[in-house]
């Protein structure tokens, strides 16, 4: 319409623009339903919000910039930056020159919630990070569309109580959007408030048993030549590896017992059984040649039922990945609290790192350990036992701390008898090189845990999904009102 511009935006909402000449605004276009009117401003309203939403991050900039060169007096302050949101306001302009500015309370607050909701779906992508709202991406939408409305109802009608109070405008927007986001999240289920995480090793000891249980319930039984085949496949590889029945009884009993059983109808898990007989029935006082040959034994089962193209063999391989990635998990934590318990033990607790190294090192360089390792994850061990630049440089430090052992305590103790301004800071960084050593080494440990066994939330609500959208829902009401 001819003789509107485009309002400034004051307080989060908008202020009546003049006219360009004399007269009363009118209240609302010929023709028009309320509904439609009321429509066009919350479109309006969108495209204000989206352009908020985009600039924030360049107007946060330019804001605290201004706010430094007030403070130096070295140049003035920063308006109208590009990428900020009048930038943005300024290219989305002319898509809404010819609706006017609202003149009534409904029009008015139906702006303000038009500016919510376009904030709200340019600033919901930015929450996808989140693995909660990975997990509930309907759920998490609904609870943010929701909150907008529930924000822009808020703050507009607190804006009407208030025209000129910026307070009314950020507080009704927080009020009305956690109030609906809230009773959003119950509905939907992503209110959850207390975290319940399922440990790692536990989960991956669930994930083998859910495996386990299923291949049991299968009953269907191998064809008898796929059998045979088996059972000729170990009997040759004995046959290359010259297994001898004297030499090597308990290796004998057990290839005995796989040509036995392959002779009548066998089930998945059955094979199972068979795998692991291959070294369960060697006996501990075994020679080094048996417990090879049972190892290979064991293989040559495994490479057999990895080869089956079947869904309880897929299960049955997913169990024992799982029952790897636990088992190794444990020896990594079990290995790690021993450190711990060890530095503890005498008396200061100043050698943690050196102890949780030394007990990495040994799974390392042990066959019998490292077996439940693959090369990668034996490879992150390793630079934890060598540890990085960084790490051993605060390790080095760290040993002059006066908490690293007596010693160190009485040159602690000494030297700031005889030097306190020079003892006590160098003290003080030794402390601090031996705390953030300790936690680094620590946090390289719970990475490799991860890595392992990651521990698992059990609901999308507890993965923080409603604490992400409160931060949109402040990131709005600062963008708003910047």
Do not use: C, H
Request: charged fraction near 20%.
């Amino acid at each position: 319409m001819a003789g509107w511009r485009d309002a400034p935006i004051v307080n989060g909402g908008w202020r009546d623009a003049p006219l360009a000449s004399g007269g009363e605004q009118p209240s609302a276009a010929e023709g028009i339903s309320d509904f439609e009117r009321l429509a066009t401003q919350a479109g309006a309203g969108s495209q204000v919000g989206i352009a908020q939403m985009l600039g924030f991050p360049v107007d946060a900039i330019a804001s605290a910039l201004s706010g430094v060169g007030e403070l130096t007096g070295l140049y003035g302050p920063i308006e109208a930056p590009v990428g900020g949101s009048e930038f943005f306001d300024a290219l989305m302009r002319p898509i809404r020159a010819n609706v006017p500015e609202p003149t009534t309370s409904g029009e008015r607050i139906a702006r303000r919630v038009g500016q919510e909701v376009g904030a709200a779906a340019t600033g919901l992508p930015l929450a996808f990070a989140a693995p909660a709202v990975r997990a509930a991406p309907v759920a998490t939408a609904a609870v943010e569309g929701g909150a907008s409305l529930g924000a822009g109802f808020g703050a507009g009608l607190l804006s009407e109580q208030f025209p000129d109070s910026q307070m009314a405008d950020i507080g009704g927007a927080l009020l009305g959007g956690l109030t609906a986001g809230g009773v959003g999240a119950r509905v939907t289920g992503l209110g959850d408030t207390a975290a319940v995480v399922r440990p790692g090793i536990e989960e991956q000891r669930d994930i083998a048993s859910e495996a386990y249980s299923r291949v049991r319930a299968d009953t269907r039984t191998l064809p008898q030549p796929l059998a045979q085949s088996l059972a000729d496949r170990v009997a040759n590889r004995m046959a290359s590896e010259r297994l001898n029945a004297r030499s090597s009884p308990a290796a004998a009993n057990i290839l005995q017992a796989i040509l036995e059983d392959t002779q009548v109808p066998l089930r998945l898990e059955d094979i199972e059984q068979l795998r692991r007989l291959t070294t369960d029935a060697i006996p501990a006082t075994a020679s080094k040649t048996e417990r090879r040959l049972g190892q290979i034994m064991k293989q040559e089962i495994t490479d057999f039922l990895d080869e089956l193209n079947d869904p309880v063999a897929d299960l049955l391989r997913e169990g024992r990945a799982a029952t790897r990635r636990g088992s190794a998990a444990a020896d990594v934590e079990r290995a790690a609290d021993r450190a711990v318990l060890r530095a503890a033990s005498t008396g200061s607790g100043g050698n943690e790192i050196n102890a949780i190294r030394q007990n990495l090192r040994r799974i390392v360089e042990t066959p019998r350990l490292s077996r439940s390792f693959t090369s990668d994850e034996l490879a992150a061990m390793r630079q934890i036992v060598e540890g990085t630049a960084d790490q051993n440089v605060m390790r080095r430090l760290s040993r002059i701390a006066p908490t690293s052992g007596g010693l160190s305590a009485m040159f602690g103790i000494g030297g700031t008898l005889a030097l306190p301004e020079v003892a006590i800071p160098i003290m003080g960084l030794a402390e601090g090189a031996r705390y953030l050593g300790e936690r680094s080494t620590r946090g390289s440990i719970q990475g490799l845990l991860q890595s392992l066994a990651p521990d698992r939330v059990l609901t999308p609500g507890q993965q923080g999904a409603t604490s992400v959208l409160r931060g949109l829902l402040s990131a709005r009401t600062a963008a708003q009102n910047e």
